[in-house]
């Protein structure tokens, strides 16, 4: 439990700091202090699952090559990913002054193509192999991102501008998110499938929560001149996120299922086959 609380107050502390930045100043001392008192947080935490008999996340797990991998580009991805359901919805409502109702109904045809792709990519997974489906769905991803960075502007047009982007990071993201779960967890001794999930879900969400908060920094205050300028550095933002989420995909390496018995040599016969 204490581990948890610690987690959350470091995450919850450096959301904080990463929102309020731009409105304290990046070198004040509320802003300094928040982002210390985050680290002291991430390292309290550390410390308690190094030192714990049950711990929130048992470090042997992350000798697993391709636990690891899959969480941290998990990280990344969800990050870009959460701040492009963000992002764009602000996009259409605040620039091209669309309803939140249309705003949302016009984004439906990502959501669409996503489940489409994660609901048959999975029987693919085998044959090409997790590394490479979450790598090649992580560039579509980050494809889409560039096309809006480069092609939407203040004028609406929706199915020259908007539309192209939402396929393709559709696509992506159907890849993804089957790929990575399963790398996260397939490699794990069937005991550790649970922990390793609930892990996986955890990076997840902590992805999502920075995505969401480094975007809302990143967008700053509107800009009456150029409103999309802002917008601009927010697709970077899911661009740089998504190059480096692609290299964390690309270092996952051969995915191999553990079988031996729920102890330390398992864990550490599960290392194994993940370098």
């Not at 996009?91 to 939140?100: A, C, K, Q």
């Not at 996120?241 to 290299?247: P, T």
């Amino acid at each position: 439990m204490l581990g948890s609380a610690l987690i959350v107050l470091a995450i919850g502390v450096l959301a904080l700091a990463l929102v309020k930045a731009p409105a304290w100043g990046w070198g004040s001392a509320s802003t300094i202090t928040a982002f210390a008192i985050a680290i002291l947080g991430l390292a309290a935490f550390w410390w308690r699952c190094l030192t714990h008999r049950s711990p929130v996340i048992d470090p042997a797990m992350l000798r697993v090559r391709s636990f690891t991998a899959a969480n941290m580009a998990s990280l990344l991805f969800s990050a870009g990913f959460a701040a492009f359901l963000l992002g764009n919805v602000l996009f259409m409502t605040t620039v091209w002054h669309r309803s939140v109702l249309i705003a949302g109904l016009s984004l439906a045809p990502g959501p669409a193509t996503a489940a489409t792709f994660a609901a048959t990519s999975g029987r693919y997974i085998n044959r090409f192999g997790q590394r490479s489906l979450s790598a090649l769905g992580i560039a579509l991803f980050g494809i889409g991102s560039l096309w809006w960075r480069l092609r939407v502007g203040e004028t609406p047009d929706y199915l020259g501008e908007m539309l192209p982007g939402l396929l393709l990071s559709g696509v992506g993201v159907g890849l993804v998110l089957p790929s990575l779960a399963s790398a996260a967890s397939s490699s794990l001794p069937p005991a550790r499938f649970a922990t390793g999930s609930a892990v996986f879900t955890m990076t997840r969400q902590i992805g999502f929560v920075l995505g969401v908060s480094i975007l809302v920094a990143v967008l700053g205050s509107p800009n009456r001149v150029d409103p999309v300028a802002a917008f601009e550095r927010g697709w970077a933002f899911m661009i740089v996120s998504s190059v480096l989420g692609l290299l964390a995909a690309l270092s996952i390496g051969e995915v191999r299922r553990a079988t031996a018995p729920a102890d330390a040599a398992m864990l550490a016969s599960a290392a194994g086959f993940g370098k």
